[in-house]
Nanobody
Framework: QVQLVESGGGLVQAGGSLRLSCAAS????????MGWLRQAPGKEREFVAA????????DYGDSVRGRFTISRDNAKKTVYLQMNSLKPEDTAVYYC????????????????WGQGTQVTVSS
């Protein structure tokens, strides 16, 4: 497992941008698929994005595709989520996640979670 710490959340107006970061500890960061999931109050957890260990493959949830970009820097053991054209419905706690396959990250069957960072988009 890896330990994950998110940062970069905050309050932004609709149409604005934020970049989330997730710093990982451990020696095998590049072995993990990294992802972001989110959960809004009263709603189920939702898959946002995932990136392969090499960074060469990505996947996105339908609600964010075309607006969000996931990337990683294996030398810095950090994964990023660039969020553009934010909407009020993007308001949620965003969690960084790590596991060994895309499927497990997309399905939320994840072995390592961060503590979460709040993103609030005002209308």
């Amino acid at each position: 497992q890896v330990q994950l710490v998110e940062s970069g959340g905050g309050l932004v107006q609709a149409g604005g941008s934020l970049r989330l970061s997730c710093a990982a500890s451990g020696r095998t960061f590049s072995n993990y698929v990294m992802g972001w999931l989110r959960q809004a109050p009263g709603k189920e957890r939702e898959f946002v994005a995932a990136v392969s260990g090499s960074g060469g493959s990505t996947d996105y949830g339908d609600s964010v595709r075309g607006r969000f970009t996931i990337s990683r820097d294996n030398a810095k053991k950090t994964v990023y989520l660039q969020m553009n054209s934010l909407k009020p419905e993007d308001t949620a706690v965003y969690y960084c996640a790590a596991d060994v396959t895309f499927r497990r990250v997309v399905d939320g069957r994840i072995s390592s979670w961060g503590q979460g960072t709040q993103v609030t988009v005002s209308s």
